[in-house]
């Protein structure tokens, strides 16, 4: 009986022992390894690649998460495909300390360096309690994610020596060689360059309430143009004029206006139009063909603006992975695939019975 019951237990227990567990950590994304792209002997040389302070550094901002990585990497891979000298290039990348990011800063940074593995680049981890009290409810929860904010503070994020910048969002794909943008004058007192758009209805970022208040409207006044509209999305940014003239401050304290009195319905783009309408350095617009996104909702699909195209952006709800994944892609959005390093689970699976 001793012997049977002992017998039992010994199976028993390596029943237990086989049950699989089931882990609730999300698995890390995968993507393809990138082609490495090498200078031509016509461009600077870098005395330290890895250094940021070299003055022959191309430097690009970025925000880095764990919903928008695909378009990250996108991103990134077009910058260095078409790049002049994309070993000049070094990347900014900005991740929020929040536990609402799935995944770590250093996860993230783990896994751009897997997926590029010469990229110049360094992830800062931004604190989002400073922000966080400023926010205000907005048409859309996703534009009150405090990493949207992100860009209002890269003058303190990024090391002194930074004292130029091209910011761009994560839903985009460069089609130009990066030196062109970067080499965009900022005349005068001017601190940061966009494509303006005037022939949007400029009143519409602002409510009633806003133009009704002569105390409040009065702040477009002296400027040295008509204030138009401009995508924050892709912006070139002189640093040191923004840290001397205390831009951050002046933002901040549009947003503490929106607390106690509701000017504005967008997030985190109307303080920026409060600023600097007005007084930026208009870029051409073949730098920022925004609006790709669309409405998701209705399945509307947006098609180019004319002219020239350098720069393609997915602003707005429809992003072309998501889309392309639900099999119903815009045709813009086939532009943007070619530049997807993601690794599907069929992916995973066609490559491990090629290495059988």
């Known amino acids: 009986m001793y012997l049977v019951l002992l017998f039992l237990f010994f199976v028993s227990s390596q029943a237990i022992r086989s049950i699989p567990i089931i882990e ?5 994304p995968r993507f393809s390894e990138a082609p490495e792209y090498r200078n031509g002997a016509e461009c600077p040389y870098i005395k330290s690649s890895s250094s940021t302070c070299d003055p022959s550094h191309v430097h690009v901002a970025m925000t880095l998460d764990s ?27 900005i991740s929020s300390d929040s536990s609402v990011n799935t995944f770590s800063p250093s996860q993230l940074s783990e896994l751009v360096r897997s997926t590029f593995p010469s990229l110049n680049f360094k992830v800062y981890v931004f604190k989002e309690y400073v922000v966080k009290n400023l ?24 090391e002194p020596c930074v004292g130029r910048v091209i910011y761009l969002d994560s839903d985009l794909v460069v089609v130009d060689d990066i030196q062109k943008l970067w080499s965009v004058v900022l005349s005068g007192s001017r601190v940061i360059g966009a494509p303006e758009y005037c022939q949007a209805n400029f009143t ?25 509209y401009f995508n924050t999305g892709v912006m070139v940014m002189d640093l ?39 007084d930026i350095e208009g870029i051409d617009h073949k730098w920022n063909q925004h609006g790709l996104g669309g409405d998701n909702v209705v399945g ?22 998501s889309r392309l994944d639900a ?23 066609q490559r491990s019975f090629s290495s059988l």
């Open 67 to 93: 919903a928008y990585i695909r378009g990250s990497m996108a991103a990134v891979l077009s910058v260095l495909k078409h790049a002049s000298c994309p070993e000049n290039v070094f990347f900014h990348f």
């Open 204 to 228: 519409k970022y602002f409510t009633d309430g806003f133009w009704g208040s002569r105390v409040l409207n009065r702040v477009f006044e002296g400027r040295e143009k008509k204030p138009c």
């Open 240 to 278: 040191e004029k923004w840290r001397a003239g205390n831009y951050r401050r002046k933002i901040e304290g549009w947003m503490e206006v929106q607390k106690v009195r509701r000017i504005y319905e967008l997030g985190s783009l109307p303080p920026f139009l409060l600023v600097f309408g007005g």
């Open 300 to 321: 509307s699909c947006r098609s180019l603006h004319p002219g020239p195209v350098s720069l393609l952006h997915w602003s707005g709800k429809g992003k072309p992975w």
């Open 327 to 349: 099999k119903m892609a815009c045709p813009l959005d086939y532009l943007w695939a070619p530049y997807d390093l993601y690794l599907h689970q069929d992916d995973d699976l």
């Open 24 to 28: 609730n950590t999300p698995r890390l």
């Open 135 to 158: 926010i205000s409810s907005s048409i859309r929860e996703a534009l009150e994610n405090p990493l949207n904010y992100a860009r209002n503070y890269l003058a303190e994020l990024l």
